[in-house]
T-cell receptor, first 112, second 115 residues
Framework: GQNIDQPTEMTATEGAIVQINCTYQTSGFNGLFWYQQHAGEAPTFLSYNVLDGLEEKGRFSSFLSRSKGYSYLLLKELQMKDSASYLCAVRDLERAGNMLTFGGGTRLMVKP | DAGVTQSPTHLIKTRGQQVTLRCSPKSGHDTVSWYQQALGQGPQFIFQYYEEEERQRGNFPDRFSGHQFPNYSSELNVNALLLGDSALYLC??????????????FGSGTRLTVV
């Protein structure tokens, strides 16, 4: 089975940097995804990590450590529009890559 | 380029009734997966359809069933609705049976309320 944990809520200030952590326990890890979901909208793809290290994409970066079962999403130069839920999801090798298991999501509130 | 479209956007049903939700995948995608997202929770995998067959199923009862049509669109059917079935139902499309490095493209979902 799989267990994915991330903080329920976080608050940060506009212009600041915030790090959202995700820890996972899985029987067959085969990649980790981060999605952004605004209230009432579809989740949108942010990043994908399958090897250890940092992937940078503009203001967003994602890090993975497979040995520690740990990932984080780093958001820089926060903007009000970054207020959303951030979902960590793991692909399980035993499921032949056919599904993602999601954490409960982290609701980020950006304040002026 | 049309993304994933779902209908209806909102639905209210009575306990015990049956419901059908519809999804058209993103142009060029041939695989449809369905997820249930309860309020304040992450999405939970229901099942995946590829080549008009159910290929993988999550931990959901047989009351949840689906279908994929030759044009790759899909339906999710839920029978004998329970109050606990109230949730946002997300359709996600992708190309091929496995999930590539770009993950899914999600629709905006159908908000089902069971009263």
């Amino acid at each position: 089975g799989q267990n994915i944990d991330q903080p329920t809520e976080m608050t940060a200030t506009e212009g600041a940097i915030v790090q959202i952590n995700c820890t996972y326990q899985t029987s067959g890890f085969n990649g980790l995804f981060w999605y952004q979901q605004h209230a009432g909208e579809a989740p949108t793809f942010l990043s994908y990590n399958v090897l250890d290290g940092l992937e940078e994409k503009g203001r967003f970066s994602s890090f993975l450590s497979r040995s520690k079962g740990y990932s984080y999403l780093l958001l820089k130069e926060l903007q009000m529009k970054d207020s959303a839920s951030y979902l960590c999801a793991v692909r399980d090798l035993e499921r032949a890559g056919n599904m993602l298991t999601f954490g409960g999501g982290t609701r980020l509130m950006v304040k002026p | 380029d049309a993304g994933v479209t779902q209908s209806p956007t909102h639905l209210i049903k009575t306990r015990g009734q049956q419901v059908t939700l519809r999804c058209s995948p993103k142009s060029g995608h041939d695989t449809v997966s369905w997820y249930q997202q309860a309020l304040g929770q992450g999405p939970q995998f229901i099942f995946q359809y590829y080549e008009e067959e159910e290929r993988q199923r999550g931990n959901f009862p047989d009351r949840f069933s689906g279908h994929q049509f030759p044009n790759y669109s899909s339906e999710l059917n839920v029978n004998a609705l329970l109050l606990g079935d109230s949730a946002l139902y997300l359709c996600a499309s992708s190309l091929g049976e496995g999930i590539g490095h770009k993950g899914y493209t999600f629709g905006s979902g159908t908000r089902l309320t069971v009263v």
